[in-house]
């Protein structure tokens, strides 16, 4: 079971819920044998006195989850703790312990991960949000313990930190990839403010180039009914586009795509990002009917919904995959992790890579997650697959 800390609460290959709870693991033990010294004296007995609420382990290594469990972020970071804690039960994990951090208890990340480490906790899973990881990843690197992050903000990638979230320039290549594969050339792009919007540029030029497509022009704006019409205006005036990617959440690329409707660009197909995949009800959005946006599959996600909500008794955020695979990533690891020892770091970096609930993915020399992705489109009563995620690398 998951712990909270001073609190206890109650695969290479690893292919998904069912084949999960099967898998067997082998621990090599250790043996520390002193050095002989010439007549030493009788040592004291010393009791060693455990933390409140961490029982001493000599047969398991902990692993800490940190996420938000208060705050605005309270609802996804419950969602994922709890997917990992379903994760070490379907697998049957007893070579691990999970405990759970709060990223947003006072003094934020720093404080969680300094308590984490104090507990000798030899793998950290998490944090959710870009700013925590760089406050963890200093901690973290000093101590030897990789970082696993939740995050989708690739610069704080690499040197010990690995990203398990889902990141705008993987979806916008493979999205970019397909709609090249189907003759379309001309792209234009409308972006919002911000950091997000900045990164779906740069990932949306690189990938026009990579893919021998051409890119028309660029626009960003405002939410703002005003700034959207705007921005498409602007984009309209720099030529004629066959597809255009609206790099924003659904609801408001919906808007934005109504838009594009009503002008030159009536007859371009809309492509979207990974933050559509989070939302439900693209169907109702008719502005987007015929729109193709990347994501992972939701088949095994379905799965796993159905056992989050019979034993919490409630629907999990779409994040919360990230948590279950995290853990049967750990757990595939434990077989090598010896007591007491730093974590097998190599394995992360396996190119055969892994398979888990949002498909298989393998983490590159940068530390960011490569993913299989499907690529989607919207329709009038829901959502089709036209073209399925690789089953791995």
């Known amino acids: 079971m998951a712990e909270h800390p001073r609190t206890l609460q109650g695969r290479r290959n690893f292919i998904g819920l069912a084949a999960a709870a099967g898998v067997a693991l082998v621990l090599a033990g250790c043996q520390v044998v002193p050095r002989e010294r010439p007549a030493p ?5 010393e009791v060693p006195v455990p933390r409140p609420g961490l029982p001493e382990d000599e047969t ?4 800490a989850v940190l996420v938000p469990q208060s705050g605005n972020n309270a609802g996804v970071g419950q969602s994922i703790a709890n997917a990992a804690n379903l994760a070490l039960l379907d697998t049957g994990g007893d070579k691990i312990r ?60 690499g040197n010990g930190v690995y990203l398990m979230g889902f990141t705008p320039e993987q979806s916008i290549n ?15 792009g409308l972006v919002p403010e911000g950091l997000y919007g900045r990164r779906a540029s740069q990932a949306m030029i690189q990938a026009v180039e990579a893919h021998g497509g051409r890119m028309v022009a660029l626009q960003e704006f405002r939410r703002t009914p005003a700034a959207m019409r705007a921005a498409v205006q602007r984009l309209d005036a720099q030529g004629t586009y066959d597809a255009v990617l609206i790099a924003d959440q659904a609801k408001n690329a919906a808007g934005v795509a109504a838009i594009v409707r009503t002008g030159p ?24 009917r015929g729109s193709w946006f990347a994501s992972a599959s939701d088949t095994m996600f379905n799965q796993l919904r159905t056992r989050y909500r019979a034993r919490y008794n409630r629907v999990p955020y779409r994040l919360a995959s990230l948590g279950y695979d995290a853990v049967l990533l750990a757990v595939r690891a434990a077989s090598d992790w010896r007591i007491g020892r730093p974590f097998p770091e190599k394995i992360l970096t ?33 959502l089709t697959v036209v073209s399925p995620a690789p089953r791995g690398f």
């Open 174 to 188: 493979r999205v970019v990839s397909y709609a090249r594969s189907r003759g379309l050339e001309r792209f234009g």
């Open 98 to 157: 999970i405990t759970v951090y709060d990223t947003a208890q006072p003094g934020g990340a720093a404080a969680a991960a300094n308590a984490a480490l104090a507990d000798g906790n030899g793998l950290f899973l998490g944090p959710l949000l870009a700013d925590d990881v760089r406050a963890v990843a200093p901690l973290a690197r000093r101590a030897g313990v990789p970082v696993i992050a939740f995050s989708n903000d690739s610069s704080v990638a």
């Open 265 to 288: 660009g009536k007859s371009a197909r809309v492509l979207g990002t990974e933050l559509w995949s989070t939302e439900s009800g693209l169907a109702s959005h008719a502005s987007l």
């Open 60 to 63: 398991r290594n902990r692993v």
């Open 41 to 45: 004296p009788p040592p004291r007995e």
């Open 350 to 382: 396996d190119p055969a890579g892994f398979v888990g609930v949002d498909g298989p993915f393998r983490f590159r020399p940068s530390g960011i997650a490569e993913r299989g992705l499907q690529v989607q489109e919207v329709g009038a009563s829901g």
